[in-house]
């Protein structure tokens, strides 16, 4: 994967508008490049695990890759 390809992943049954333009700085473009190399796939969605309840974040990310056979 060329890091300076985008790539956009939607939030399933989102229905509202969206605009662009808020950045933040992060590492998952890295990530992702890393894992498609070393599992030699496509990452084509991403599901993130949130805790509404205690209101923090996760480190759990699944990414969700291409069906090839």
């Known amino acids: 994967m060329s890091l300076t390809n985008k790539r956009v992943y ?3 049954g989102f229905k509202g508008k969206a605009k662009g333009g808020a ?4 590492k998952i ?3 992702v490049d890393d894992f498609e190399e ?3 796939t496509k990452i084509v969605g ?3 695990d949130v805790d ?3 209101r923090k974040p996760s480190w759990n990310i699944e990414f ?3 069906v090839t056979k």
Do not use: H, P, Q
């Not at 950045?23 to 992060?26: D, K, P, V």
């Open 23 to 26: 950045y933040y700085r992060s």
């Open 38 to 40: 070393k599992f030699n």
């Open 64 to 66: 969700i890759t291409e």
């Open 29 to 31: 473009a890295i990530d």
């Open 46 to 48: 991403m599901a993130i």
């Open 10 to 12: 939607w939030l399933d």
């Open 52 to 54: 509404y309840e205690n």
